[in-house]
């Protein structure tokens, strides 16, 4: 099958800032209606990449292709900027009403008057903020101001918005509210979206594709799942949270299913690496089960580790316990489990886990 030609297609884009490449891009390509999010550490280059996307900030080598032509300062800038738009982690809003705020845009764009009114309130009322039109921006919490900052971009109707860590100055109630708002209206007007964030949670809610990035490279490009349950080395999926990472070395397999000894113990994975091949397994928390006794024979889990609780950490919902299984691992658990199984530092476990929970990397 054919796939159609992408929206926006970056060929080897190179940013250099104090004589310091600080973005190298082979390739990306971003197809119309996809929402595709940047993860990476701070200084990964994510802001960078959006800056250099939007036009923000100049590359010094490689192309930017929009719907099929090259966008330079000679060719198809004006259309490109038209058709696009950015907010920003912190709002940027002028000394005025919210509605003249939303309608900015509009009039910088030349639209017709009797469109502008329209256009402003049904992009307020989109982002549940109609009731605040003739209020003066700079007295909006900031939720309110993100929202504004927001219905400002979609009041446009761009073909490309781009999102620079929107939500990482906003309390938690706030940025739940308003991630879920942006998720049914992106699904809603099918906007194309390149966001930056560190947070994988937001990347997983909204994402089409995730993209991570670190040193001003992408590692990784792929959907959630690839991303979070396959990731290619050991930097991604400590990353997305897969906090056990253990070496180890293929002693064999069969049908399907290897054998990693991990210092003294031996793990079943999924593979069929040879023996004597030196790989990483990698599991993730949630995919680990505790019981008080040994579940051998009531589950289909072909790892089951007696195990000592080395420390457990509050994590609002749910709880982090620290294992020592002749192998550090983490596991996460609900409060009632943590209860039920009666769990306390220095207190002896059983740890399961599937053969398809552990990734493996080679190395």
Do not use: W
């Not at 705020?101 to 502008?116: S, T």
């Not at 007007?189 to 949670?201: L, S």
């Not at 991303?227 to 293929?250: C, K, Y």
């Not at 007696?306 to 982090?320: A, C, D, M, N, Q």
């Amino acid at each position: 099958m054919t796939l159609p030609s992408p929206l926006l297609d970056v060929k080897n884009l190179s940013v250099t800032r104090g004589g310091v490449e600080v973005l190298d891009i082979p390739s990306l390509a971003i197809h119309g209606g996809e929402v595709l999010t940047l993860i990476g550490p701070n200084g990964a280059g994510k802001s960078s990449l959006l800056l250099a996307l939007a036009c923000l900030i100049r590359a010094e080598h490689g192309s930017i292709i929009f719907k099929g032509r090259h966008v330079n300062a000679d060719n198809g800038m004006l259309n490109y900027r038209r058709n696009i738009t950015m907010v920003f982690q912190e709002p940027l809003l002028f000394d005025t009403t919210v509605f003249r705020n939303v309608a900015a845009g509009l009039k910088i764009r030349k639209v017709p008057g009797r469109e502008i009114k329209g256009a402003a309130m049904a992009a307020l009322a989109r982002f549940g903020i109609g009731h605040l039109a003739g209020r003066d921006a700079k007295k909006l919490s900031g939720g309110e101001a993100q929202r504004a900052s927001l219905a400002r971009a979609f009041a446009l109707k761009p073909e490309i918005v781009f999102l620079d860590e929107p939500f990482s100055s906003l309390d938690p109630p706030t940025r739940e509210a308003l991630i879920d708002d942006l998720h049914a209206i992106l699904k809603e007007t099918k906007t194309t979206t390149i966001m930056a964030t560190h947070d994988i949670m937001e990347a997983l809610r909204l994402s089409d594709r995730i993209a991570v990035m670190k040193d001003g490279r992408i590692l990784q490009i792929d959907s959630p799942d690839e991303v979070v349950n396959h990731p290619v080395d050991e930097f991604v999926a400590s990353f997305v949270g897969m906090e056990t990472i253990l070496d180890g070395n293929v002693t064999g397999s069969e049908k399907g299913i290897m054998a990693v000894t991990v210092g003294t113990r031996v793990i079943c994975a999924v593979g069929s690496l040879g023996g004597g091949e030196k790989v990483r397994c990698g599991i993730r928390p949630e995919q680990v089960i505790l019981s008080a006794s040994s579940p051998e024979g009531d589950t289909s889990a072909r790892n089951t580790f007696e195990s000592r609780i080395t420390k457990i950490v509050p994590l609002g919902l749910f709880y982090k316990v620290y294992l020592d299984c002749g192998f550090p691992m983490t596991a996460y658990v609900t409060q009632p489990s943590l209860e039920n199984l009666s769990l306390r530092e220095g207190a002896a476990v059983f740890a399961s886990f599937k053969a398809t929970a552990v990734h493996v990397i080679r190395r």
